[in-house]
């Protein structure tokens, strides 16, 4: 799986759009673009993943850029409850039990009030 | 929704006990995944399932054996425990029969957290 790249550590004010960057600049023609965050030691969530296109859903939207080397998570209007640490992962797709996630770092997302 | 359930979701035990952890996946996910968080780490891959066969394997000490049953629940079991052990253990589900462009997403469970004394 391709290495990602995240800056550890973010602020946000609440109610605003929380952007996060995410490099990814060795990934593959299948390989997909995943987000996770993890809110204090609770289960990781699955947020957004996306291939080459933007894409959104009720939690959040995701650009990737057209040459596919990095991406951006946006929350639109990050509370109180979107502190948390997200994970950009990149990953191929497919069945067989052998797509591993691979946790990097990640960012740690404070939103202020 | 559904989710992925675990249990127990607080285990305590001591050195050199033995403890089992079951994850049951959400309704017709075939695959399962474990997964271990340390104190201020992230989640590191252990083992994984899919239609009852293991198919992956990460750096699961062997000391731990899991498997996955007819039902689809998994069991992750963990003998000779050590204080190092004490950690979160996540699972995952997924479903082969979802479209590819459903990427193959792994939903994880709340986790057990394990201690040992």
């Known amino acids: 799986d391709a290495k990602t790249t995240q800056p550890p550590s973010m602020d946000c004010a609440e109610g605003r759009a929380a952007n996060l960057p995410c490099n990814h600049s060795t990934i593959s023609g299948n390989e997909y673009v995943y987000w996770y965050r993890q809110i204090h030691s609770q289960g990781p969530q699955y947020i957004i993943h996306g291939l080459k296109n933007n894409e959104t859903n009720e939690m959040a939207s995701l650009i990737i850029t057209e040459d596919r080397k990095s991406s951006t998570l946006i929350l639109p209007h990050a509370t109180l409850r979107d502190t948390a640490v997200y994970y950009c992962i990149v990953r191929v797709a497919g069945s067989g039990g052998y797509q591993k996630v691979t946790f990097g770092t990640g960012t740690k997302l404070q939103v202020i009030p | 929704a559904a989710g992925v359930i675990q249990s127990p979701r607080h285990l305590i035990k001591e050195k050199r006990e033995t403890a089992t952890l079951k994850c049951y996946p959400i309704?017709?996910?075939?695959?399962v995944y474990w997964y271990q968080q340390g104190p201020g780490q992230d989640p590191q891959f252990l083992i994984s399932?899919?239609?009852?066969?293991?198919?992956d394997k990460g750096s699961i000490p062997d000391r731990f054996s899991a498997q996955q049953f007819s039902d689809y629940h998994s069991e992750l079991n963990m003998s000779s425990l050590e204080l190092g052990d004490s950690a979160l253990y996540f699972c995952?589900?997924?479903?082969?029969?979802?479209?590819?462009?459903?990427?193959?997403?792994?939903?994880f469970g709340p986790g057990t957290r394990l201690t040992v004394l």
């Open positions: 309704p017709r996910h075939d695959t």
């Open positions: 399932f899919y239609e009852k066969m293991q198919s």
């Open positions: 995952a589900s997924s479903s082969t029969g979802l479209a590819v462009s459903s990427g193959d997403t792994q939903y």
